[in-house]
């Protein structure tokens, strides 16, 4: 490969903060939120346009339950419940269900801007459509980030930083140790789409796929659709998979996003030439980028395991609840597993009938699982560094079932809690008091047990 010497210039510092998150997904957000709320000055980074990431810009608009498998105990609270009680006051919050435990669907138009008061009114600066490019390290400490935006290529300082990016670009860039899965969870490019179930069965709508897939150049596959709130006759849809992809490559990255809305069309067609007449669907969104589901994963002081999660392991420094299943997508068989804590496994795909047998030999079951901070910190030298959502240490079976955006929404909330305490206490993310975190994280409105 042929190199250009880049001449050496002048980088202005735009900002000097506490602390600066990379990443604006509700992960992201809610670090700077509960950093900014108990007094820390917070600089955010965003490359799209707002905030909310998979759950606005990939358009995901289910929320899972904040309470455990019984559905009798909450489990989650703070800025994911705070911002479900925000949207239900703009009817823009619709429950599956019989009772008003979650899952939730929520509007994501609504949500973006809701998303933006929660951080004005936190005073963190923003930084929209602005690229982490590169660190600085000064005497081998981190000092500062580069960024690039229309206003060309600058600098943030700060005394702590967090990613959450997704694919850990901070933490690569720094050289932090990470794996990849040989058999990632394969992304999804959303939709939303008028009218296609008016007068279309999901059922109907399988069989469509199943049968003219191929003639559409659609392999064997699974997918799913859910509601807009408020509106009948709309309807989200995560239809397909692009398999055999790392969204942490950029040309691969380029290539996923191009063939994931050529299967959204593809599926469409169906629809059009061999579906009822009166079906007559209109594409109305797509994701402004493809729900990436698994790329890096960088080792932490500690691994997540799917024993853990599936006998509910407790830990002394957990920061976060969840009860949303084991669900992983296949990338060498096409469907999903599904592992309940309840000891049922469910294995699903399209056109065949599901196939149910048990994980667990005994009767036991676990009502809920937790997250420990230790994996929300990262290994290496770095003092000032801490990591949140999907990227955090887990193995595949915990990870399909934490990547669910009301579990990892509150990893960031311990990164910001725990971001301020080391800033307040100038100490290490390693060293900080584990109980002390979790104190502040329940002074918050978090639950922690």
């Known amino acids: 490969m042929d190199y250009i010497i880049e001449p050496a210039k002048r980088i202005p510092i735009d900002n000097e903060v506490d602390i600066c998150v990379l990443g604006g997904s509700c992960t992201g957000l809610f670090a700077a939120v509960r950093a900014a709320r108990l007094g820390a000055k917070v600089a955010i980074v965003e490359k799209q346009n707002c905030f909310g990431g998979v759950a606005t810009s990939g358009l995901v608009n289910i929320w899972h339950s904040l309470y455990d498998t019984l559905r009798e105990k909450q489990i989650i609270g703070g800025l ?7 949207l239900n006051k703009r009817e823009a919050i619709e429950y599956i269900g019989k009772n008003k435990t979650g899952p939730f669907v929520l509007n994501t138009e609504e949500l973006k801007i809701e998303l933006d008061e929660l951080a004005k009114s936190s005073d963190i600066k923003i930084y929209f459509h602005t690229l982490y490019t590169a660190p600085y390290i000064e005497d081998g400490e981190l000092k500062a980030v580069f960024i690039e935006n229309k206003s060309g290529r600058k600098a943030i300082k700060a005394k702590i930083f967090i990613d959450a990016t997704g694919d850990g670009d901070l933490c690569a860039s720094l050289g932090v140790p990470y794996t ?27 069989n469509l796929i199943i049968e003219y897939g191929r003639e559409f150049g659609l392999e064997e596959d699974w997918g799913w659709a859910g509601g807009i709130p408020g509106i009948k006759e709309l309807t989200f849809h995560a239809e397909t998979h692009v398999f055999n992809v790392n969204c942490a490559d950029a040309d691969q990255l380029t290539y996923s996003e191009i063939e994931g809305r050529r299967q959204i069309r593809a ?23 493809i729900g990436v589901r698994e790329t890096r994963h960088f080792c932490c002081k500690y691994r997540l395991t799917e024993e853990d999660l599936l006998y509910g392991r407790k830990f002394n420094d957990a920061v976060a609840n969840g009860s949303y299943r084991v669900d992983i997508h296949h990338e060498d068989k096409k469907g999903i597993t599904l592992k309940n804590l309840d000891g049922r496994e469910v ?21 809920y699982y937790q997250i420990p901070y230790r994996c929300l910190v990262p290994n290496g030298h770095f003092d000032n560094l801490l990591v949140c959502g999907r990227m955090i240490d887990a193995d595949k079976g915990s990870f399909g079932a934490i990547r669910v955006m009301v579990n990892l929404n509150q990893t960031g909330e311990a990164a910001g809690v725990a971001a301020y305490l080391a800033l307040n206490n100038n100490s290490s993310v390693k060293e900080l008091n584990t109980d002390t975190i979790r104190k502040m994280l329940k002074q918050g409105g978090s639950i922690i047990f």
């Open 267 to 289: 599926y469409m067609d169906i629809v059009r030439k061999y579906g009822p007449d009166e079906v007559k669907p209109h594409l109305v969104a797509l994701a402004s980028y």
């Open 180 to 206: 990849i899965p040989d058999k990632k969870q394969p992304p999804t490019t959303s939709a939303k789409i008028y009218r296609l179930h008016e007068k279309l069965s999901r059922k109907d709508f399988s």
């Open 80 to 86: 994911t419940y705070e911002t479900i009680q925000r």
């Open 347 to 367: 294995y699903i795909r399209r056109g065949t009938p599901d196939v149910v047998t048990r994980w667990r030999k005994d009767d036991g079951y676990t009502n």
